[in-house]
């Protein structure tokens, strides 16, 4: 004999509803507690968990200190030079509070990738926002500091008047394909069980090897995913490769940018 969960009334052993409530003789099943991803970070994640993007703001931040330094050096025989330096200084705490989200959205986007979703676009719109102000700046000091390059000051006032259209367009894109990849349905899942064989087609020869293809990360991104893919695709820390385009997106006057636009559109998205 056992008792409802219920209302305890005593029921008959095989009993599936209780006799007296009609509830069901069998204990709740309880949710399962959702799992971070752990099969989706890099190695730098599981060595230095979530100290990691600390410590990747604090690496940063100590190469930007390197950078005013040069500059304030090279301030005596350039111009551009004293106005880059003095710039970086100045906002020396905003960087590292940029850099800071940037690193943590990244590693709690391979932690936690569909609850990072529903905020990914703000970060991602903050950060390419806050990157082409500094490029804006950029070009600005280049054209002040030598005779003839009105058309950088003129590029730079530009992209200085339309940084919160870019924020918005971003944002509201960012959302677009969030929506979008919540009403996509997950794949069916192929029957499978004792003395049942998988379907012949999935089955891949004894040396099959897949190819690697450059592709745009679904599970590590800010903004497209190219960073992200070019990461996964390379085998490296996808922090530093965000560095190095933005390192080249400053040292190409903005070249670097089209050509991640440019990717991003060529580029096919992983499953």
């Known amino acids: 004999m056992t008792y409802c969960p219920r209302c305890g009334a005593l029921n008959e052993d095989q009993a599936t509803f209780c006799i007296k409530c009609g509830s069901s003789m069998q204990p709740p099943v309880q ?3 959702r799992l971070p991803s752990s099969h989706l970070q890099t190695s730098f994640d599981r060595t230095f ?26 301030s005596a025989d350039s111009h551009f030079a004293e106005s880059f330096g003095d710039f970086l200084s100045g906002n020396l705490l905003v960087f590292f509070v ?13 932690l ?40 950088l000051v003129t590029m730079g006032d530009v992209l200085m008047s339309i940084l919160y259209i870019i924020f918005l367009l971003i944002l509201l894109l960012g959302y677009i394909s969030v929506i979008m990849n919540l009403q996509k ?18 089955v891949p ?22 960073c992200g893919g070019m990461a996964e695709y390379f085998g490296t820390d996808p922090f530093l490769v965000r560095v190095l385009w933005v390192v080249g997106l400053i040292a190409s006057l903005g070249a ?15 499953p």
Do not use: C
Not at 98 to 108: K, P
Not at 195 to 202: D, E, I, N, V, W
Not at 206 to 224: C, G, T
């Open 185 to 202: 349905a997950p794949l069916p899942v192929p029957p499978s069980g004792p003395g049942m064989a998988p379907p012949a087609s999935s």
């Open 98 to 110: 940029i850099i800071l989200i940037s690193s943590y959205s990244g590693y709690y986007s391979r």
């Open 31 to 33: 949710p399962s507690k």
């Open 49 to 74: 968990k979530a100290a990691g993007p600390l410590i990747k703001t604090f690496l940063v931040t100590i190469f930007l200190l390197l950078v005013i330094e040069i500059s304030q050096a090279l």
């Open 205 to 226: 020869p004894a040396e099959y090897q897949p190819v690697k293809r450059l592709m745009r990360s679904s599970r590590d991104r800010i903004v497209a995913g190219v």
């Open 112 to 151: 936690y990738p569909r609850e990072h979703s529903f905020v990914s676009p703000i970060i991602a719109a903050v950060v390419v926002t806050f990157f082409l102000w500094v490029a804006a700046n950029v070009f600005i000091f280049i054209g002040e500091d030598s005779v003839g390059n009105e058309v």
């Open 256 to 270: 670097f940018l089209l050509a991640y636009l440019v990717l991003a559109i060529v580029l096919p998205r992983s």
